[in-house]
């Protein structure tokens, strides 16, 4: 099983700033990683795909990066809206599909 | 608009059976993987299986196999998840997910099922 390590477990940040959230695959996944933002009593929604696509309807303040065992989500200026939970998914070894543990991005 | 459409929470007691449901609508159901992924309360999404309802081909996650049984009803768009002898540790977010092969990523979410399976 291919098991994805997300750092740091929680970011503190004020608006504005910039957040950088990294996703660690035990092995190479390609780029076939995805990042999710999940909101308190909602379902996670999707962000990227591929490791650098955005979701249809995105903002663009959301961007990936990376490929093989190292993933970046970056997001560039923070609004009050994106402090939530966000997460990394891979299917490098199709069906076998793991998630990260989540990264808690807190107002600072 | 493309959605899929769970359920409504359940309670149950130990022991006993389920079956959750999630109807997928404005677009073609039987052409695109529909998933579950599971979330205990404060906790992360774990993956639990997947099926593809054009020809019922259904896998499951290590973690879960033999746990649960992944369905499908391709006739009313629907997908199902049961299980056999609910156990506390059942206790979740239940979430049904819509996999597309081309963006190799869950696209589209049910809005959850709460199970709670308490005696």
């Known amino acids: 099983e291919i098991v994805l390590t997300q750092s740091p477990a929680t970011l503190s940040l004020s608006p504005g700033e910039r957040a950088t959230l990294s996703c660690r695959a035990s092995q190479s996944v390609s780029n076939y990683l995805a990042w999710y933002q999940q909101k308190p009593g909602q379902a996670p929604r999707l962000l990227i795909y591929d490791a650098s696509n955005r979701a249809t309807g995105m903002s663009a303040r959301f961007s990936g990066s990376g490929s093989g065992t190292d993933f970046t989500l970056t997001i560039s200026s923070l609004e009050p809206e994106d402090f939530a939970v966000y997460y990394c998914?891979?299917?490098?070894?199709?069906?076998?599909?793991?998630f990260g543990q989540g990264t808690r991005l807190e107002i600072k | 608009e493309v959605q899929l459409v769970q359920s409504g929470a359940e309670v149950k007691k130990p022991g006993e059976s389920l079956k959750i449901s999630c109807k997928g609508s404005g677009y073609s159901f039987t052409t695109y993987w529909i998933g579950w992924v599971r979330q205990m309360p404060g906790k992360g999404l774990e993956w639990m299986g997947i099926?593809?309802?054009?020809?019922?081909?259904?896998r499951y996650s290590p973690s879960f196999q033999g746990q649960v049984t992944i369905s499908a009803d391709k006739s009313i768009s629907t997908a199902h998840l049961q299980w056999s002898s609910l156990k506390a540790s059942d206790t979740a977010m239940y979430y049904c997910?819509?996999?597309?092969?081309?963006?190799?990523?869950?696209?589209?979410w049910g809005q959850g099922t709460m199970v709670t399976v308490s005696s």
């Open positions: 099926i593809y309802p054009g020809d019922s081909d259904t």
């Open positions: 997910v819509r996999y597309d092969s081309g963006t190799h990523a869950f696209d589209i």
């Open positions: 998914q891979q299917r490098g070894n199709w069906p076998q599909i793991t």
